[in-house]
């Protein structure tokens, strides 16, 4: 299964694309995570990367393109792969569009995971992420040390920086502004979209997202 998740950051779709991952066996490509692995590991396309996510504004669709296709093309992702936070411009959508059609594969769902600006906000300025394993935590404060288990060396809480106010906001418009025009043209492309609402407690949308995907 190839599913496509969209939605506003913060709208639960790395946390609830992991559980997905897991109940489906198979995995979860977050460009997200694979920049800041770039970031933290100093390579070229982390130093590139790095300003632009910072502020919270999008890097080059290239870039973003060069990461899906050797995922794609990758034997892990032969059963599927829950593409988490990937589309994010018009351009990404018709290069992805290309990629599959290259592969013969078709594109399974393209699930939009809906919250308000405001829950945004709140999750996201209360969130914060280990520094070795990158789960996120709600309502946990930078400095305590990751309960996951036994992971070495042990992990620090810390706050995102593009979790500050300012980039958070920055990241709102963007994704208005970007990504939100990816849903059409999904529309006008005839995709399988399913919209998901992404309030309520993890296993509430998870729910909602079986049933929307009939699994
Ligand atoms: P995320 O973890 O999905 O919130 O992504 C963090 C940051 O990585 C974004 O704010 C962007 O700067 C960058 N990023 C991740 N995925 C993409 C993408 N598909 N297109 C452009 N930039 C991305």
Redesign the pocket.
Known sequence: MIIVLLGP?GAG??TQGERLAEQLGIPKL????V??AAVREGTPLGLA?KA??DR????P?DV?LGIMKEALASPTAAKGVIL??????TP?AEGLARVLEELGRPLDAVLVVEAPDEAIVARLSSRTVCDVCQRPFTGREPGERCSIDGHQPEGTLVRRK?DEPEAVRN?LA?YQRQTAPVIDWYRTHGAPLRFVDGMGTLDEVLGRIRVSLGI
Not at 30 to 33: E, H, I, R, V, W
Not at 56 to 59: K, P, R, S
Request: glycine share 14%.
């Open positions: 950051p779709k790395g977050a460009t997200g995570d920049l800041r990367a632009a996510m919270g504004d999008l890097v669709d973003i988490d936070g990937v589309v994010r411009t990404q593009d990241r963007v």
